[in-house]
């Protein structure tokens, strides 16, 4: 019976801890988010310097060319990793709502219990009262 009554608060223990854990992975899915529009944006200042009639600039078109590669290449890994951490995001909450849900459950089956208690020593002391007082007359 204890047992039963502690599995509510384990589980509501475990909740918490689990949506610990889906706020660690959003903020992980944030910062890659944002690490990911500072290479876009990066992209975009070198492609404006690829095409700009500054001869400073058509100088270094070979440069700019390579890093806009290592740009691209860099905001694939970094889709890749995002996806990731999208998925992980979802399965973190999924966990989540699944142990929310079981520790519903077993609060309900405590209180449920708890009241079945209560009239059973309800019960108990509605059918101990006439013998007692049987008892005290004799």
Known sequence: ?????????????????????????????????KHRAEVAQSMEVV?????????????????????????TIKDGQLENIQQIQEMKVLRERTKGDRLEEHMKKA??????????????DLLEITFAAPASSKVQSS
């Open 107 to 120: 609060r309900e089956q405590e209180e449920r219990q708890a009241s079945d208690q209560a009239i059973y």
């Open 47 to 71: 492609i404006q310097a690829i095409g700009s009639i500054d001869p400073i600039h058509r100088s270094f078109s070979q440069n700019y060319a390579e890093r806009f590669g290592r740009l």
């Open 1 to 33: 019976m204890a047992d039963e009554q502690n599995r509510s608060k384990k589980l509501k223990r475990l909740v918490s801890v689990q949506r610990h854990m889906e706020k660690m992975a959003e903020h992980e899915l944030a910062a890659t988010t």
